[in-house]
């Protein structure tokens, strides 16, 4: 398979064994995720009372490459409000879609919103 940029919902789906959670379980070695949306599933976790060091680990347990929210990221992220504000994504959603475009690779996610985006990267959606 190639890479991949997964969207924090992917990876909370494969943690709730959601619908579409097997095929992104096939993708996870190609996968790579902002810490942006890496703390978005530590978020999820944590208001789900699950204890921070449960949580470190069961993120650890992921084989998904984390790349870091850097200057040039943050800039491409709001840049993307304009192309994006008329369906409400957030920070996180940008962030994500920014990391895909800067490494022209498709996007994973479980938001079906996304699919009426028309960005220059391919976006697939889980469900």
Not at 29 to 55: F, G, H, K, M, Q
Not at 90 to 117: E, F, H, M, N, Y
Request: hydrophobic fraction near 45%; proline fraction near 5%; aromatic fraction near 6%.
């Amino acid at each position: 398979m190639s890479a991949i940029v997964f969207d924090s919902s992917v990876v909370i789906a494969i943690l709730k064994q959601e619908q579409g959670f097997s095929t992104a379980e096939k993708s996870l070695s190609d996968a790579l995720i902002s810490t942006v949306n890496l703390a978005e599933v530590a978020t999820y976790l944590a208001r789900n009372s699950v204890p921070s060091n449960t949580i470190q680990e069961v993120l650890a347990s992921f084989p998904i490459q984390v790349v870091p929210f850097d200057e040039s990221l943050a800039i491409q992220t709001g840049c993307l409000y304009p192309s994006c504000k008329h369906l409400g994504l957030s920070l996180g959603d940008r962030a994500c879609l920014a990391l895909a475009i800067s490494r022209k690779l498709p996007v994973l996610t479980a938001d079906q919103v996304w699919s009426k985006l028309n960005l220059r990267i391919p976006i697939q959606v889980l469900r």
